[in-house]
């Protein structure tokens, strides 16, 4: 599982350039499978890529079965013969991490690199990571209870 702590990402878009280089063989971030999404008002950068939910919405929207999950990995793919570009998936994506990519007319989506995702390793903060699914979800606990406590501490007043 990708995890990504957008505290840690400075918006260099490095990740954006890896992925449209190996995935298209272009430098273009309008290309990538991973977007970087500026919040300019608070100065923040969110990297964007898809989750692979567990039931996913993409999946059951598609009209043509044109997403598949991958037996061995279990990540869902584009079969991009199948795929008329009608944008059902994109819709109902909830992170918004699926798309059509413009030059093809068709949909585009995060693969993880088949289990080796180059984003996580150009990442220059550290905020993409590839975890195993517990430790995934462990993190983002860990990660979750620490921004709750910043909250909640000031708050708190003991004895």
């Known amino acids: 599982m990708i995890l990504i702590e957008s505290e840690k990402c400075c918006g260099c878009r490095t990740c954006e350039q890896v992925c449209s280089l190996t995935t298209e063989k272009v430098g273009s971030s309008s290309r990538s499978r991973i977007r970087i999404l500026r919040w300019q008002m608070k100065g923040v ?21 044109a997403l598949i999950e991958d037996p061995n990995s279990e990540i869902v793919k584009v079969d991009q013969d199948a795929c008329v570009g009608c944008k059902l998936c994109s819709y109902v994506c909830p992170v918004g991490a699926i798309f059509i990519d413009r030059e ?56």
Not at 45 to 65: F, H, K, T
């Open 45 to 65: 950068d969110l990297p964007i890529v898809c989750l692979q939910c567990e039931d996913p919405l993409c999946r059951s929207a598609c009209p043509l079965n």
């Open 104 to 159: 093809k007319g068709k949909a585009v989506k995060c693969d993880q690199c088949d289990g080796d995702p180059v984003c996580v390793k150009f990442c220059p903060t550290e905020a993409i990571k590839y975890l195993d699914y517990d430790k995934a979800i462990d993190a983002l606990k860990r990660s979750r209870a620490k921004k709750l406590l910043e909250l909640v501490a000031p708050t708190i007043k003991i004895g």
